[in-house]
């Protein structure tokens, strides 16, 4: 199967975590993409009331399809949110943020009761890092916190191009060995102008579905 097929595997098994009627949370990413059209596809009672959007780009995707987006604000809660992941760990925690939406999604996630990560195989690892970090700063803090990455042995690189939804920049931290990744969330997350760590790990999934060349292997922590 192509690494396109896995992640439609797994975008269309994310359905039977999804409550009919229900207001949910969407992430963002190419495996999201496959699940909103999934959603879309839903008919009748089946359908979901409308869903709370971690980006710009998943937002028009949303509406496209005939799905109505509601606002974070007018939430308190969610029964889930299906979210994509850069790489997962054996205890469920990720590194997310790879297409720069990290700190809506982290919102969202905040909101779920339960996080449905939906990736395909390749993004299991035994620990995290390997995927360079994503973190979004406040323009004036991007050189005082790639400093206390280098301080720590991360290499941070400003994502030439990329400005957020929410008008931050992201740098990607290089060569991060992450073997405790809560201390290094909590850490980065008290740093002046960080907006947001791409580790979740404070909230981490509560079930992955990983797609594999067997079928869905699901996960739950
Ligand atoms: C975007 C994300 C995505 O969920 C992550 O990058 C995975 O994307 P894809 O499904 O395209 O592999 O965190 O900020």
Redesign the pocket.
């Known amino acids: 199967m192509t690494q396109d097929e896995l992640?439609r595997l797994v975008a269309e098994a994310a359905l039977a975590y999804v409550p009919p009627g229900t207001v949910i949370g969407v992430?963002?990413?190419?495996?999201?993409?496959l699940f909103i059209d999934a959603l879309a596809r839903l008919e009748g009672e089946s359908r979901i009331a409308g869903a709370v959007s971690?980006?710009a780009a998943s937002t028009v995707r949303l509406v496209a399809r005939g799905i109505p987006v509601v606002d974070a604000g007018d939430i308190e809660s969610l029964p889930v949110c299906v979210?994509?992941?850069?790489e997962i760990d054996a205890s469920g925690c990720m590194i997310?943020?790879?297409?720069?939406?990290?700190t809506r999604?982290k919102i969202v996630a905040d909101l779920a009761e339960r996080f449905v990560c939906?990736?395909?195989g390749s993004?299991l690892v035994a620990r995290l890092g390997r995927f360079p970090l994503?973190v979004e700063v406040i323009p004036m803090a991007a050189a005082q916190v790639t400093r206390r990455f280098a301080a720590m042995g991360g290499r941070a690189q400003r994502r030439e191009g990329v400005v957020t939804d929410n008008g931050g920049l992201i740098l990607d931290v290089h060569g991060l060995a992450i073997d405790d990744p809560v201390a290094l969330e909590t850490e980065v997350n008290q740093w002046p102008g960080v907006v947001c760590v791409?580790i979740f790990a404070r909230r981490r999934a509560t079930v992955c579905l990983l797609g594999t060349a067997e079928g869905v292997r699901t996960l739950t922590f």
């Not at 992430?27 to 993409?33: A, Q």
């Not at 979210?83 to 850069?86: E, H, K, N, P, T």
Request: cysteine-free.
């Open positions: 992640k992430g963002s990413g190419s495996t999201v993409n971690s980006s979210d994509g992941a850069d997310k943020g790879g297409g720069a939406a990290l999604e939906i990736a395909d993004k994503p791409g």
